[in-house]
C-alpha cells in the first residue's frame, strides 16, 4: 500500500499498472491513473488498519486551494509470489 501511493506521489504511472492485479486491469486506464496522480498534491497517507491482505488508509492530497482524504479499504491479492492490489471501497 505504501508503495502504491508514493507511485501516485511521483507519478510513477506505469508501476501502478503493474501493481494492479492482471484480472482487474480492464475497469482502469493509464490515463486516468496518470490524471488522478498529476491532478492532486499528496501529502500524507496514513494506514488506519492492516491485516493479512486488507489494509485500510488515509491518503491526504490537495488539489488546488482544498485538502481532501482519500478513505479506503482496499484488498491486495499474493499471485507467483507478487503482491497486487485486487480491489477497494471508499468511504464517504
Known sequence: MRSRYAAYALHLIDYLWDT???SKRHLYSKADMG???KDNHWIGLEVVHAKK???EFKAFYHQG???YVHHERSVFKKDAGKWYYFSGAHFH
Open 20 to 22: 494492479t492485479h492482471p
Open 35 to 37: 490524471k488522478w496522480a
Open 53 to 55: 491482505d486488507v489494509v
Open 65 to 67: 486551494l482544498k485538502r
